[in-house]
């Protein structure tokens, strides 16, 4: 059993910066992926990033590259999500997901994790 609890949501003007966090709990992360998901109203969710628990290997939906950064901290476990540039199009609620022996090319893909946060709301406006 995995629990996941997100923070650090909040308003922020476009151009600004954010950083979102999700504690971790678990009886070990090996094998273990985590990503961020991200849902507007009236969209459907959608893939944000994603970072291997061991190896520490990133992925990134097109959207946000160059201006998101996903990593960890083994030692605290938690998962953290700094985002930079942020406009407008990145107001959503913002979900954490985790589950284990996943392959590189499903970790976008939000079926295929059992494990997810209750989500923080991120919204960018002037």
């Known amino acids: 059993q995995v629990q996941l609890v997100e923070s650090g949501g909040g308003l922020v003007q476009p151009g600004g910066s954010l950083s979102l966090s999700c504690a971790a709990s678990a009886r070990s992360f090996i094998n273990y992926a985590m990503a961020w998901f991200r849902q507007a109203p009236g969209k459907e969710r959608e893939f944000v990033a994603a970072?291997?628990?061991?190896?520490?290997?990133?992925l990134y939906a097109d959207s946000v590259k160059g201006r998101f950064t996903v990593s960890r901290d083994k030692a605290k476990n938690t998962m953290y999500l700094q985002m930079n540039n942020l406009q407008p199009a990145d107001t959503a609620v913002y979900y954490c997901a985790a589950d284990y022996n996943l392959i590189w090319s499903s970790l976008g893909s939000g079926s295929r994790y059992d494990y997810w946060g209750q989500g923080t709301q991120v919204t960018v406006s002037s």
């Open positions: 970072i291997r628990w061991s190896g520490g290997n990133t």
